[in-house]
């Protein structure tokens, strides 16, 4: 297959399949006039790929997690830990979001939006003081 019918069936851009290639997370065949060649395998791999990727793994994750899932003599606990960690950072970033959410509600509210020039939201980014549940 070529770069075209392997992208159609990923799903992904053909840039990011030459990326995943230039940092060696597939290598595909080479004809000889230079074109990739991608077996089943690589669909394989690159299918994976993109599913840890739509899942929230870094690159570096989705390597660990290639390099586990091809290896018939890993221990499921390995692939845990690495998911374990990514759930970790999940919650860390969706703790994150909601004290933005918050921090703007409070900015939004206080706004009255009307035709006065003074407004809670830009004196709020402006002196860092933005939000009435944590102290800045």
């Known amino acids: 297959m070529n770069i075209k019918d392997v992208a159609a069936k990923t799903g992904m851009p053909a840039k990011t399949i030459r990326y995943y290639e230039e940092i060696g997370l597939i290598a595909p065949g080479r ?3 230079g074109y990739r060649h991608f077996s089943d395998s690589d669909l394989h791999r690159l299918t994976f790929l993109a599913r840890a990727r739509g899942l929230g793994f870094s690159i570096e994750d ?18 845990k830990a690495v998911a374990e960690a990514h759930l970790q950072r999940i ?9 933005l ?3 703007l509600s409070d900015l939004v509210h206080a706004c009255a939006g009307d035709s006065r020039p003074d407004c809670p939201i830009l004196r709020g980014i402006e002196t860092g003081k933005t939000c009435a549940h944590k102290p800045q």
Not at 91 to 99: F, G, T, V
């Open 31 to 33: 004809s000889l006039n």
């Open 62 to 79: 989705c390597r660990t997690l290639l390099g586990l899932y091809q290896d018939s003599a890993r221990a499921s606990s390995d692939v």
């Open 91 to 99: 919650h860390e970033k969706i703790a994150e979001l909601r004290a």
């Open 101 to 103: 959410e918050a921090t």
